[in-house]
Nanobody, 118 residues
Framework: QVQLVESGGGLVQAGDSLRLSCAVS????????IGWFRQAPGKEREFVGS????????FYVDPVKGRFTISRDIAEKTIYLQMNSLKSEDTAIYYC???????????WGQGTQVTVSS
């Protein structure tokens, strides 16, 4: 059974940092990508960034470039989202997801809440 479990969310102030974790089990990740998404209240879920498991190549959307960093721990099968210089607009539920062999995000975690107070 594939499971993705996020952790590390919380309430922080603007300008603070936070690191989210996504622990993956039940999936061989060599040919998969892991993405981070977020959904703010009243808004659609949006893509934040991703990492390719086999070589660690990352991709970020413009609003988080230079502030967010995605990394992985191969031994622990865990993906991290380091968030620095947080802004109130970063407030959202953050999800990690893994791609299927066809490349679509098919496996999702339950989400972790990040709240940034201004």
């Amino acid at each position: 059974q594939v499971q993705l479990v996020e952790s590390g969310g919380g309430l922080v102030q603007a300008g603070d940092s936070l690191r989210l974790s996504c622990a993956v089990s039940g999936l061989t990740l060599n040919h998969h990508g892991i993405g981070w998404f977020r959904q703010a209240p009243g808004k659609e879920r949006e893509f934040v960034g991703s990492i390719r498991w086999n070589d660690g190549e990352t991709f970020y959307v413009d609003p988080v470039k230079g502030r967010f960093t995605i990394s992985r721990d191969i031994a622990e099968k865990t993906i991290y989202l380091q968030m620095n210089s947080l802004k109130s607009e970063d407030t959202a539920i953050y999800y990690c997801a893994a791609t299927s062999p066809l490349g679509r995000y098919a496996y999702w975690g339950q989400g972790t809440q990040v709240t940034v107070s201004s």
